[in-house]
């Protein structure tokens, strides 16, 4: 269970992240889709096909591909699949424990005060402070608006990958035939 501190410290620093600057980390982002498994296989590795890949690799060399061209198709029609996949998943509502319920400014310094040890000595500006960001990722837990903004900013995220996936599959279908 996370602390209550500690979750909005997560949040605030989330809101600072805007990307990589320098070149070295821009290519160290441009591995991104290798971390979560969008990009397919990774390199040097190699996954072991199922039933469905290897009949699909049987479909592409029965097509004319060699071997090794029939399991890159196959790789790449994979990861066009994974893509999809993570896209619906990206409308997933937040799961309700996950949510901060909806609750008034008052009631949230109310339940800091129950929350807090006696011998934490927080002064009320620093008191006022934390109900007001508290109260903020409650805002932001409950309003439908920002739900679908934040559902919709994954959805471009992924149709990024999803082109990257589709102009695989037509690299490979078209170089390798």
């Known amino acids: 269970m996370t602390s209550v ?11 600072k992240s805007t990307g990589p600057k320098s070149k070295v980390g ?3 982002s441009s591995k991104n889709a290798h971390k979560h498994g969008l990009a397919g296989s990774l390199p040097g590795g190699e996954r072991a096909p199922s039933n469905l890949n290897a ?3 049987n479909d592409a060399r029965r097509l004319g591909y060699s071997d090794e061209d029939a399991a890159a198709l196959v790789d ?4 066009n699949r994974t893509v999809i996949l993570a896209k619906h998943a990206a409308y997933v509502e937040q799961p309700i424990k996950d949510k901060m319920p909806n ?12 929350w807090m040890s006696p011998e934490v000595k927080e002064t009320p500006r620093e008191l006022r402070y934390i109900v007001k960001l ?3 990722e409650v805002k932001k837990d409950n309003d439908p608006v920002l ?6 900013d994954a959805h471009r995220k992924l149709m990024r990958y999803e082109q990257r996936a589709v102009n ?3 690299r490979a279908v078209k170089d390798r035939k």
Do not use: D, G
């Not at 501190?5 to 809101?15: D, E, V």
């Open 103 to 114: 609750m008034t400014m008052e009631k949230i310094e109310e339940l800091l005060k129950l």
């Open 134 to 136: 508290l109260y903020k």
């Open 168 to 170: 695989r599959v037509r």
């Open 5 to 15: 501190s500690k979750l909005l410290a997560n949040r605030a620093n989330a809101q």
């Open 76 to 79: 790449a029609l994979h990861t």
């Open 26 to 28: 821009k290519q160290a």
């Open 147 to 152: 739900c679908l903004r934040r559902k919709i």
């Open 55 to 57: 009949e699909l690799v």
